[in-house]
T-cell receptor, first 111, second 114 residues
Framework: GEDVEQSLFLSVREGDSSVINCTYT??????LYWYKQEPGAGLQLLTY?????DMKQDQRLTVLLNKKDKHLSLRIADTQTGDSAIYFC???????????FGSGTRLQVQP | SAVISQKPSRDICQRGTSLTIQCQVD?????MFWYRQQPGQSLTLIAT?????????ESGFVIDKFPISRPNLTFSTLTVSNMSPEDSSIYLC???????????FGSGTRLTVV
């Protein structure tokens, strides 16, 4: 079945860039997503990328997709303390409407 | 984008009892999804709820334990039945409320079973 993997933890200093990585196994993935979860809150959609794209930029966020290697990354420029949260990547395969989520990466931003 | 209102936001329940979680969407959606997020874990899909038909459950989840209702295109409930401490989790509903991208989530229900 589908599998999505992420590293569990990332610590950066305020003002630096953060790069969160994700790998997936489903070659039929159509859309890939990044969600943010703050403590005690639900999931907030940050950005998404369609599988025929290799990059998408949205303000401080840059998503890179290497479809050959099934690797997705999220770069946050000028990371702020308010960016501290858990970041989930998720994928949606062809013919499957529900999302499959990675394990989540806890981003800690140090002042 | 659409908004999903989920309630209750949290509850502490006695083992052996049941809790019903409600999700209301501010627009019509064909499918709704229910997920469980165990402490420190990722999201696991419980079932897909379609209006007018029985929910489709994922492996490891059964209707007797997690009955779902979907009476119309804007509302769904998930019941956690005969609860045990192992059911302590965050339960989230979701719907594909934006065409071709972006699934919106409710704010989650944090359930503690004692």
């Amino acid at each position: 079945g589908e599998d999505v993997e992420q590293s569990l933890f990332l610590s950066v200093r305020e003002g630096d860039s953060s790069v969160i990585n994700c790998t997936y196994t489903d070659s039929s993935s159509t859309y890939l997503y990044w969600y943010k979860q703050e403590p005690g809150a639900g999931l907030q959609l940050l950005t998404y990328i369609f599988s025929n794209m290799d990059m998408k930029q949205d303000q401080r966020l840059t998503v890179l997709l290497n479809k050959k290697d099934k690797h997705l990354s999220l770069r946050i420029a000028d990371t702020q303390t308010g960016d501290s949260a858990i970041y989930f990547c998720a994928e949606r395969g062809t013919g499957r409407r529900a999302l499959t989520f990675g394990s989540g990466t806890r981003l800690q931003v140090q002042p | 984008s659409a908004v999903i209102s989920q309630k209750p936001s949290r509850d502490i329940c006695q083992r052996g009892t049941s809790l019903t979680i409600q999700c209301q969407v501010d627009s019509q959606v064909t499918m709704m999804f229910w997920y469980r997020q165990q402490p420190g874990q990722s999201l696991t899909l419980i079932a897909t709820a379609n209006q007018g038909s029985e929910a489709t459950y994922e492996s490891g989840f059964v209707i007797d334990k997690f009955p779902i209702s979907r009476p119309n295109l804007t509302f769904s409930t998930l019941t956690v039945s005969n609860m045990s401490p192992e059911d302590s989790s965050i339960y989230l509903c979701s719907a594909p409320t934006e065409p071709n991208y972006g699934y919106t989530f409710g704010s989650g229900t944090r359930l503690t079973v004692v």
